[in-house]
């Protein structure tokens, strides 16, 4: 006989068999029920199957099928702790993470308005744009933004491992759900997929700073061909560090800075977007708001804001009381950032 815990999860609770009874003590056999119970909630919740649970839990597959059916015959005490353990871990893990205070999706500080405005223009002239400003101050975000609620508007993030032209064209097919195996096909498949449609087609390469100087070259390919906006996202001038790269002719570099229609660089009034990105954390408190702005003039701005202001909002409500410069300053003191502390 079986037992039926979710119609829709897939998870179907056996009932022990017999022998299974007669070898276990009791206490073991009620324990057993109970985990059961908890690890088929806990998998339909996640949507995880069996061997997925199984692999998390560390046990082997066929063993953790022996002992969900109820047909384990070693002993069961020992996997009964084992799995008992894994779903504690998950369960704490789990209310740990509901209980740390989600970041602001979108703040439309000036800077925020500045990168929007730009990838607009990038979208719709099409063109090539450079936005090169320091590092937490919303770039990325604005980005994530732009790409939500603008049709035909895409993001690639470039690390330094996809710093050359094959692993960026790599990363471009990823974002734009290109299917290409054949390498010499792949610039071709992108350039379809980019052609400009309608309002236009942006594509958005954060992390710019890492490109190389042909992988540049190639973005500006797409503009030319496939009249597309391309923008290029940064902590660094990008456009300056293709200048500087050797054995480039003059010709060929201007071939690539002469495209750029657009250079973002300059920041707005910083103070006022952190006292915007301050609002929307919820925080009205003078004495905090002052400390806070402190923190927004250091290198990563508002995400040490974002960073600081969770951490203290942990301390906070494990002494059950509202946040508190208190629990700020112990915060960013705890964070040990070095210098900048």
Sequence with gaps: MTKKFNANSGWVLSQPTATFLEKHPVSDVEEWRALTARTAEMASTNGWSKAEVARRSGVAEGTFSQWLSGKYNGTLANYNQQIGQWLTSVEEAADMAAAIPASPSFVKTKVATEVLQT??????????????????????????????????????TISPSTKKVHGMLVELAEALDVSEHNPARLVRAIGRKLQRVGDGTLLIIDEAQNLEAESINQLRHFVD????????????????SYVRQQGRSVASRAQVLSRFDKRLRREGNRAEDIRLFVAALGIDDPDCIKFLLG???????????????????????????????????????????????
């Design 295 to 341: 923190l927004g003039l250091k290198p990563g701005a508002l995400r040490q804001i974002d960073r600081t202001v969770k951490l203290a909002r942990m301390y906070a409500m494990g002494e059950a009381q509202p946040l508190s410069l208190d629990h700020l300053k112990a915060a960013w003191k705890n964070r040990d950032l070095g210098d900048l502390q």
């Design 119 to 156: 990838l607009m223009w990038a979208q719709m002239t099409p063109a090539l744009v450079a936005v090169t400003l320091d590092a937490g101050v919303g770039k990325t975000t604005a980005c994530r933004h732009y790409c939500a609620t603008r049709p035909h508007a895409y993001m690639a």
């Design 225 to 240: 061909n496939n009249s597309c906006g391309v923008a290029l996202v940064g902590n660094e001038d990008t456009a300056a």
